[in-house]
């Protein structure tokens, strides 16, 4: 092809038209996963990765052809267990990024050859972004509502407890974020009486066994330090356990 101005060759990266063709020289991933724990702005972070160096084995692996349907889908299997991908982008040397897809093979999963040329690049450096939450998205990935609520006392012994591992915090009902904790809560001693208020408390939602509802769950971690569940009598927190959100 020539220049139609000069007569000249055109450069390689000149489509027809005279436009410039699109050529990589860097790629960004993003990781595929948030990080567990949400902040007291309600945002949680990934991280980006930028890789530079010769494009050409990633380019081919991404322009491949997706294969064909296969006529047998019930060889493809479940895949619920396969890899989450990393979102990526393509930038050239004016700035200029695209996202491309995968191509995909007989059963229509992405064949992951050209993100993993990319990660074959030299890196050449990593930012953490966060990201906004709704409070639906923080119950959705903490299993904790975000809005403050007062704990419910009754006066039942609660004889099992099972809650996720994941709290809202709260400092004077205000929202701080999200914190996890291994400690377990059975076996915890019923708390004496106290009227201490607590300004830090940590909840989560728990589903009571006998009527199979969400209720919340609560631990003051100052004040009187109890561990209250919905409607039964506050039982005393362990050390173990205060200690763990600190």
């Known amino acids: ?3 139609p101005v000069s007569d000249r060759p055109a450069p390689d990266d000149t489509n027809c038209d005279g436009s410039r063709r699109f050529l990589p020289v860097a790629a960004v991933t993003c990781d595929p996963y948030i990080s567990d724990n949400v902040a007291a702005d309600r945002t949680v972070s990934f991280s980006a990765h930028r890789w530079e160096g010769d494009f050409s084995r ?5 322009n491949r052809s997706s294969a064909h349907k296969t006529w047998f889908p019930g060889s493809c299997g479940d895949n619920y267990s396969l890899a989450v991908l990393d979102q990526f982008w393509l930038v050239d040397d004016r700035g200029r990024a695209t996202r491309p ?7 229509g ?7 993993a040329a990319i990660k074959e690049l030299t890196p050449v450096g990593s930012t953490e972004d966060r990201i906004a939450l709704s409070d639906d998205q923080i119950y959705e990935l903490s299993h904790c509502r975000p809005a403050y609520r007062p704990a419910t006392t009754g006066t039942a012994a609660l004889t099992s407890l099972s809650a996720g591992s994941v709290f809202c915090r709260f ?8 914190s996890s904790t291994t400690e377990t809560f059975d076996g915890l001693p019923p708390a004496p009486d106290c009227g201490a208020l607590a300004t ?15 209720r919340l769950l609560t631990v003051e971690l100052d004040g009187c330090r109890r561990v209250i569940a919905d409607g039964y009598a506050p039982m005393q927190a362990s050390d173990e356990l205060l200690a763990s959100f600190r």
Request: hydrophobic share 30%.
């Open 58 to 62: 990633a380019v081919e692996m991404l």
């Open 200 to 214: 830090e408390v940590a909840s989560t939602i728990y589903v009571d066994r006998p009527t199979n509802e969400e």
């Open 1 to 3: 092809m020539r220049d």
């Open 109 to 115: 999963l992405p064949k992951p050859g050209g993100l």
């Open 171 to 178: 400092s004077a009902t205000e929202f701080v974020g999200t």
């Open 101 to 107: 897809g995968y191509p995909s093979d007989s059963c």
